[in-house]
């Protein structure tokens, strides 16, 4: 994946996911209490996980120092 900052070649990897699940939240939404809640206008990024262990699969720039994680559909 090219990043869309600088235009170099990303390193592909991903992001465990330990408990529950990764969202990515609206700054004016609250984290949710518990690993079930999705607050309004959230997106789930990683599969939802008790068990086995998940991962969020992302791109990492070592130029720009960001991090792209799309979005599963």
């Known amino acids: 994946m090219e990043c ?3 235009g170099l070649e ?3 990897g991903f992001i465990p996911v330990s408990r529950g699940r990764i969202l990515w939240i609206p ?3 609250r984290n949710p209490w518990n ?3 999705k607050p309004k206008g959230s997106v ?5 996980t008790v ?3 998940k991962k969020a699969d992302a ?3 070592k130029s720009c120092k960001m991090v792209i994680v799309p979005v599963k559909n």
């Open 10 to 12: 990303m390193d592909k």
């Open 44 to 48: 789930i990024l990683s599969d939802f």
């Open 4 to 6: 869309p900052k600088c």
């Open 35 to 37: 690993i079930i809640s």
């Open 59 to 61: 791109y990492y720039c």
């Open 51 to 53: 068990m086995a262990p």
């Open 27 to 29: 700054e004016d939404q």
